[in-house]
């Protein structure tokens, strides 16, 4: 009788323009600190990972690639990084070595240059991230004003206060029955401030997200 071999995660990495000899490790960075779950080395441009235990919920999880393996200062590595949920599935892994993100900070997000096929709690993220593109370009352009007309002046100690600023403390319920006075609290509190014009918005965890952004965005808020 065969025995029933349980489900785990397995990725079939193709990095073009990989050196052989690249160390690659996946982490488990839901917890702190980051847990190792597995490493192998390039070959051919390819690698592969696998599981021994099957997952009890979908991780969250980096693929990191050591183009420096023998460098042993880790502030002198050079290191490749990408994160994902991982499943109890077979995925694919592929990106040209060259346009693969880096572990550290860099102004232009590299992460579209990924491709992840396989694992559906990442399709579903993905997914989740386009219907809310617009909102984030929205929140970065508002945020980059803040900098601009607030922030960067106060560095040189010009503190700009005439043009004022419309914000929304926002709040979600579990019933309208059962609405949280904090933001209300917040509201009374900032009455006297002259530069701020504030507003409660609220919503109820009935609600869809569409619908209470829709809220949010009526009101041509800035913060």
């Known amino acids: 009788m065969a ?6 995660y397995r ?10 000899g690249y160390v690659v490790k996946l982490y ?3 917890t702190y600190p980051d847990v ?7 070959k051919d441009e390819k690698f592969q990972l696998e599981g021994t235990r099957t997952f009890e919920y979908p991780k969250y999880c980096r693929l990191v690639v050591d183009m420096t393996p023998d460098e042993p200062n880790q502030r002198k ?27 550290y900070w860099e102004p232009v997000n590299k992460e ?6 396989g694992s559906p709690t990442q399709d579903l993220y993905q997914a989740y991230k386009t219907s809310v593109q617009e909102l984030s370009e929205r929140k970065t352009a508002l945020w980059n004003e803040y900098l601009k007309v607030y922030h960067v002046p106060a560095l040189d100690g010009i503190f700009n206060t005439e043009k004022g600023m419309k914000i929304a403390l926002c709040c979600i ?22 530069t701020c014009e504030v507003s409660v918005v609220e919503g109820t965890i009935n609600q869809s997200v ?6 949010i965005l009526h009101n041509s808020l800035e913060v």
Not at 3 to 8: G, L
Not at 36 to 42: A, E, F, K, P, R
Request: charged share 20%; aromatic share 10%.
């Open 3 to 8: 025995c029933h071999q349980p489900r785990v």
């Open 11 to 20: 990725i079939n990495g193709s990095l073009p323009g990989a050196l052989d």
């Open 28 to 30: 488990n960075i839901d």
């Open 36 to 42: 190792l779950l597995d490493s192998t080395v390039i």
């Open 77 to 103: 590595k050079t290191l490749k990084a990408y994160r994902f949920f991982a499943d109890n599935t077979a995925m694919e892994f592929q990106c040209q070595m060259d346009s693969m993100p880096s572990y």
């Open 112 to 117: 579209h240059n990924v491709t992840l096929t």
């Open 173 to 194: 319920n579990s019933k309208y029955v059962h609405s949280s006075l904090a933001p209300w609290y917040l509201a009374a509190a900032m009455e006297g401030i002259e």
């Open 210 to 215: 569409e619908e209470i952004s829709q809220k």
